[in-house]
Every structure is written in structure tokens, then in C-alpha cells.
């Protein structure tokens, strides 16, 4: 059965980013659809899978991560605008029978992703 995960680190303070908000969309042309909302939980992961089983199905789908929030909310100072705000990672599922984890490393500065296990 296939499933989505996400995982957040936070690279800055060196720590899981939890109370992070996210969004997470599917994309069909120029249409966006929000299916879920959540906050990362102290490991900076979200309880669950975000999707799972006949949920999951192949196509664009969008995470926004909302960063500047978490790190003001951490007592980091930003600019305004922060550098980095609204994290958007876009992202293909092509086989709905598998495990898509899409893990975020991030700063006020800087993210990195990939296709996580």
C-alpha cells in the first residue's frame, strides 16, 4: 500500500522543526486543491501518513511549509520580508503503490529535499 511522509529539520538550530504548518495541495493543470493542514510534531514529522491507500494516486501534488512562521516563532530574528517564508516543494507521484517521503532541511536562508525512504 502506498503512503506519503514528511519529515522537517531544522538545520539552523539543529533540531526536528516541530509546529511547523503545512499544506499539502494536488495540482491538475492550473487548479490547486488543498487536502490537507497540519503541524509537525516534536520529532518534526506529522502523525500519520498524509496520504495512504486509495487516497494516494498518481500526480502533481504541492507541500507548503510555512518556515517564517516557525522560525520567528523560535526566536529567530528575520528580516522583513524574510528571505524565506512560503516553502513550496512540487513534486510527481508516479506509482501509487509506493512510499513517497518527502523530508524539507531548512534555514532562514537556505532548504534542501529529496526523495526520502
Known amino acids: 500500500m ?3 511522509t514528511t519529515h522537517v529539520l531544522d538545520t539552523a ?6 509546529g511547523m504548518r503545512f ?3 494536488r495540482l491538475n ?15 518534526g514529522r506529522f502523525d500519520q501518513a498524509l496520504l495512504e491507500g486509495e487516497a494516494l494516486t498518481p500526480g502533481l501534488y504541492e507541500l507548503v511549509f510555512a518556515s517564517a512562521d516557525y522560525f520567528r516563532a523560535c526566536g529567530n530574528e528575520l528580516p522583513d520580508p524574510p528571505f524565506l ?7 510527481g507521484i508516479a506509482d501509487a ?3 513517497y517521503h518527502v523530508p524539507l532541511l531548512v ?5 534542501s529535499t529529496y526523495r526520502g525512504s
Not at 32 to 41: E, F, H, I, P, Y
Open 13 to 18: 538550530n539543529g533540531q526536528p522543526a516541530a
Open 97 to 99: 503503490d509506493s512510499h
Open 85 to 91: 517564508d512560503l516553502i513550496s516543494l512540487s513534486f
Open 107 to 111: 534555514s532562514p536562508w537556505a532548504y
Open 29 to 43: 493543470g492550473d487548479e490547486r486543491t488543498q487536502l490537507l493542514s497540519g503541524l509537525t510534531n516534536a520529532d
Open 2 to 4: 502506498g503512503r506519503l
Open 23 to 25: 499544506t499539502l495541495h
